[in-house]
């Protein structure tokens, strides 16, 4: 099968032939690719600043068609419509007995072992899957907590993106934050997950849903599909953080940092309102080192890490699906554009400009 490699960070994908295992093991599932969405943490490990092993074949938010399954997975089968997630789960740690899939402690335990034929390989030569999925594949040999089955009428296209984006930025409103009735939110960065944060926090009933972005284009989507009660233009706004204080007195109850901008959790700070929360969801880099001034602890401000939107992938996923099939959640708003696999480095370019809204790589 076709997969897009990684063999150096900065170099473009290669899109060549890779091979996966002829025999599955008891907890695996083959998948045939449907959809996978570029996400801003593959870029990431495109420019160097999450380092993980080499050659390997990036893409966590996909969505397929199970086309097999090993002999110890019995609630998944041939021919059933899966989201595969980066929230792959041991389901035997502290944390996932806790109900915390996400913040699950052994996740070697769902990946092949030191001297088993590796998932995907060239020429005998290992290729690592990037968080357990690696789907910018036509296949994908996953364990069998990587994939939650979903309802057929569900568009696959569309379903790739509720593995990633949909869940953190609807989990960091509806479940990490739990905002309330009538809390002020404010969002910067309007990209895949902060439009979603802005249609989790008004599914929550959020009042004013203020979104921030250089762009006037995703502003311009985040009130029109996505709830936001007021755009903050970041290229033109000098005091973004007193402009929220303007818009909602005092400031907001939460805010949301989904850029991944260390010197953004400040800006963030200076946003809220005593007694308020900062949720960082945007992935900063290894080596990012963040910095504010303790007055804001002394406000009884807190900031807050955020993993996953606290995904729990077999509750949370169908529960998305729901939500969009009944209509209350907007997903094809989303969509930048939607490529082949043959075209994916175009894509991650535009993802790189910031141009477009999320890209969908569709099989
Ligand atoms: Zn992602
Ligand atoms: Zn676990």
Do not use: Y
């Not at 093991?25 to 998948?31: A, C, K, N, S, T």
């Not at 944390?95 to 699950?104: F, K, T």
Request: charged share 20%; with cysteine; aromatic share 2%.
């Amino acid at each position: 099968m076709r997969a897009a490699v990684l063999h150096e960070p900065h170099a473009p994908l290669e899109v060549r032939e890779v091979e996966t295992p002829a025999e599955l093991l008891p907890d695996e599932v083959r998948v045939r690719t449907a959809a996978v969405g570029i996400c801003h943490s593959d870029l990431h490990v495109i420019q160097g600043l999450v380092g993980r092993p080499m050659p390997i074949v990036l893409g966590h938010e996909a969505s397929g068609v199970v086309l097999e399954v090993g002999s110890a997975v019995d609630d998944v089968q041939a021919g059933d419509h899966v989201v595969a997630c980066f929230v792959v789960f041991c389901g035997r740690c502290r944390m996932c007995r806790a109900g915390q899939p996400a913040m699950c402690q052994d996740r070697e335990a769902t990946m092949r072992g030191a001297g088993q034929e590796p998932r995907l390989s060239i020429d005998g030569v290992e290729v690592h899957q990037w968080t357990n999925v690696a789907g910018f594949a036509e296949e994908m040999v996953l364990h069998r907590n990587a994939v939650t089955a979903i309802d057929e009428r569900m568009p696959l296209d569309l379903a790739a993106m509720l593995g990633c984006a949909v869940a953190t930025g609807v989990g960091s409103a509806r479940k990490v934050a739990r905002i309330a009735p009538g809390d002020a939110v404010a969002v910067i960065g309007a990209g895949g997950v902060g439009l979603n944060v802005c249609q989790g926090a008004a599914l929550s009933g959020a009042g004013a849903i203020i979104a921030v972005d250089r762009s006037a284009h995703r502003l311009e989507l985040a009130r029109a599909r996505f709830g936001a009660t007021h755009t903050i233009d970041a290229s033109a706004v000098t005091d973004v953080a007193a402009r929220v204080r303007e818009i909602v007195d005092g400031g907001a109850d939460h805010v949301f940092e989904a850029v991944g901008a260390p010197g953004l959790v400040e800006v963030a700070l200076d946003a809220t309102a005593r007694g308020g929360s900062v949720w960082a969801i945007g992935v900063f880099g290894d080596a990012a080192r963040i910095e504010f001034s303790a007055a804001h602890l002394h406000s009884g401000k807190g900031v807050h890490g955020v993993r996953a939107g606290s995904l729990e992938p077999q509750r949370d996923i169908p529960q998305l699906v729901e939500d969009h099939l009944r209509g209350d959640l907007e997903l094809e708003g989303l969509v930048g554009e939607r490529i082949a696999l043959a075209d994916i480095n175009r894509g991650i370019d535009a993802l790189a400009a910031g141009t477009g809204a999320r890209t969908l790589v569709v099989f």
